[in-house]
């Protein structure tokens, strides 16, 4: 399995940004997708999930309201929809593929993304 993430880049807080992760080489709809990011400095956080069908989803609490996964399962693509940012959200940004919803173990990573927020 193979994921490429992209659409990082420099906004200024307050705006927004899509991140796409494109997925080959298995099933796309077969695994749960989650988002991740880490920030200079600091450990890897979870960001959000989405299983399979793409409902349910999960946030993290810094993000909740602002942020918004989806998957298109058609296009084998997950997507992250950030509003609002806010300087604390610049980071590399990661998507990653789990087996199933309820165990979430993170088997394949993309190669990452960065996100930075000016103030």
């Known amino acids: 399995v193979q994921l490429q993430a992209s659409g990082g880049g420099l906004v200024q807080a307050g705006g927004s940004l899509r991140l796409s992760c494109v997925v080959s080489g298995r099933t796309f709809r077969g695994y749960t997708m989650g988002w991740f990011r880490q920030a200079p400095g600091k450990e890897r956080e979870s960001v959000g999930a989405?299983?399979?069908?793409?409902?349910?989803?999960n946030y993290a609490d810094s993000v909740k309201g602002r942020f918004t996964i989806s998957r298109d399962n058609n296009k084998n693509t997950l997507y992250l929809q950030m509003n609002n940012l806010k300087p604390e959200d610049t980071a590399t940004y990661y998507c990653a593929a789990a087996q199933n919803w309820r165990v979430r173990r993170y088997d394949y990573w993309g190669q990452g993304t960065l996100v930075t927020v000016s103030s």
């Open positions: 989405i299983s399979e069908t793409g409902h349910p989803t």
